[in-house]
């Protein structure tokens, strides 16, 4: 899927908004591949796939689109 990066917090996490999926996914560093945090900005186009945990939607495996 792909959507673009919505929010960044300074805690190493953030949302991803996805017009495909008409939400937004919360998304952890450690989802990130090829790419930093750091690196990442707000309003980047990013690729992404989501999986169900018990708060709801996540991004995973998010790189640059």
């Not at 008409?22 to 990013?46: A, M, Q, R, W």
């Amino acid at each position: 899927m792909i959507g673009t990066i919505k929010t960044k917090t300074d805690r190493g996490f953030g949302f991803i908004t996805s017009p495909e999926l008409g939400k937004d996914l919360f998304f952890h560093s450690n989802s990130l591949v090829g790419v930093t945090f750091d690196e990442i900005k707000e309003g980047d186009s990013v690729s992404f796939e989501s999986e169900e945990s018990p708060k709801g939607l996540n991004a995973t495996n998010v790189q640059r689109a």
